[in-house]
């Protein structure tokens, strides 16, 4: 899978991840970008630095409409990026209703899933493709701080691997990225060590051109991908020592 002159839609572009996945495509030599956020003003900064090779899109993953819009907008898409999420780092007993999870689940799954439904289409026209998604060592094990949000990326990561046995036969390639805590507003003001957002794009795409299907873009998406392999309840107890330091320091 090679980006340069790909055309691709990146949900989320206007920040955090979702600016340097874009930044980092454009870099490789794509073609067209079309960047969505959910207010078009906050990707002046990218359609200023980059011109007519960035088209600015509205685009909330939870609404229909502005899904059909967006595939509207966008016939020659190539590569559909799904990087749009969000975190309540919460627990759910600590938050003490569903609902938060139910938001999460809207977003980080559902949202996935419709745009992946919908982009399907277009992307067999335009020769296969890729769909890329934003998932997260919080895919791999749940960091009980972080408790709903872990159980909507693990589902995400499920579909993910559904769609990519699904979509096989139209010649498209489903591919997974996978992190820890990176440098962030998501993150803003949560104490731990993070991973620059830069060095995330960087090695995530170049596991895209490689071909990797489950992409572990930082030490600690190696070090828990590895451990799961070798000892899957040391891992449990290891996230369960790590929530404790982390509740003493963040809450």
């Not at 890329?132 to 749940?142: D, H, Q, R, T």
């Not at 579909?159 to 979509?167: A, D």
């Not at 960087?202 to 895209?208: F, I």
Request: net charge negative.
């Amino acid at each position: 899978m090679k980006l340069k002159d790909c055309i691709a839609l990146v949900t989320g572009a206007n920040q955090g991840l979702g600016k340097c996945y874009t930044e980092e495509l454009l870099r490789l030599g794509a073609a067209k970008i079309y960047a969505c956020a959910l207010d078009v003003d906050w990707l002046q900064p990218l359609c200023g630095a980059y011109g007519d090779r960035i088209v600015p899109l509205k685009l909330d993953v939870t609404v229909g409409g502005d899904i059909a819009a967006a595939v509207k907008a966008a016939p020659d898409v190539t590569v559909l990026f799904n990087n749009a999420g969000i975190l309540a780092a919460k627990g759910l007993i600590e938050t003490g209703s569903s609902e938060t999870f139910r938001r999460e689940m809207d977003v980080n799954v559902y949202g996935l899933a419709d745009m992946s439904l919908a982009f399907a289409p277009t992307l067999a026209r335009n020769g296969g493709g890729a769909i890329i998604n934003m998932l997260s060592v919080a895919s791999l094990a749940n960091f009980p701080p972080f408790g709903t949000y872990c159980a909507s990326k693990a589902a995400a990561m499920s579909i993910s691997h559904c769609l990519r046995y699904e979509l096989k036969a139209q010649g498209t390639q489903v591919f997974g990225i996978y992190a820890g805590l990176v440098d962030t507003d998501m993150l803003k003001g949560i104490k731990g060590e993070k991973s620059d957002p830069k060095d995330i794009a960087r090695v995530a795409m170049a596991g895209v051109e490689a071909g990797i299907g489950d992409i572990d873009a930082d030490e600690r998406a190696r070090y828990m991908r590895k451990l799961l392999q070798d000892d899957p309840q040391a891992l449990e107890y290891l996230q369960h020592e790590r929530a404790d330091a982390f509740v003493a320091a963040n809450r």
